[in-house]
């Protein structure tokens, strides 16, 4: 299969044959594993007739003063081809004046009290810029069907919710979290670790891990368990922005006496990177 790199949205209007099923991978390009079980789950999904698209774009509302936009890495070629290799129809990488075309747009997408929890309280205005490129890209790919990672769980959850509430006819489905061997969770960030970042970059997966080992105790017994490794990690470990276990609906704190699906999630900079995570959890009807 040849992928084809297109850069307008009149090109993809062009090429997209009528009656396939669509289905789109939005990300900010610098690929890798995570993404490309993103893509090939897509193919699954629209199977040889359907047609795969693969957004590239680092939008540059939803990062804030101090953070990494202008060192995010561009890497279209490598992205197309570990595309291509997954089984995407197109790539779809425009310009900044193509998804914007009156500059920074006046009308945004707000998303919220959910946005303003957790990650949007560490990154005030992420959100709104993130789901205002999101729902910029869904008018311009039109699909029938969207994927995204659930390692974003909060992106994730509120990608829904505007899908809900502003009618979007898109389906969007959550794709699990992919890990490295040594159960660290793949992110583009990734690649600013130092060799000696990595040890504490595992925390975070090894405090996930030990809360879910922990989830017959309930609530409470998960939080404690997973703070006991970050604490373990001590001076040389990562730097907790926070660790919470939420309800996957709208973020809010999950009550001692919680039942059904949670999530549990962890922010921290390790060295100069700022790393997220967090692991799908359920709990059973109380005693």
Known sequence: MTTHLLETAAELRTAALDGRT???VMTMGALHEGHATLIRTAREHVGADGEVVVTVFVNPLQFGPGEDLDRYPRTLDADVKIAEGAGADYVFAPAADE???????????TAGPMGERYEGASRPGHFDGM???????????????AFFGQKDAQQLALIRRMATDLNFPAEIVGVPTVREGDGLALSSRNRYLSDADRPAALALSRALFAGRDAVQAGPDAV???????LERAGDGGPAVDYLALVDPVDFTEAPPGHTGPAILAVAAKVGTTRLIDNIPLEFGAAR
Do not use: D, E, N, S
């Not at 789901?131 to 069907?145: D, G, R, Y």
């Not at 939080?223 to 490794?229: E, G, K, P, Q, W």
């Open 99 to 109: 998804v914007y075309p009156g500059g920074a747009p006046q009308v945004r997408i």
């Open 131 to 145: 789901l205002t490129v999101v729902a910029k890209l869904l008018h311009l790919t039109t699909p029938a069907v």
């Open 22 to 24: 669509r289905a789109v």
């Open 223 to 229: 939080r404690a368990a997973a703070r006991t490794v």
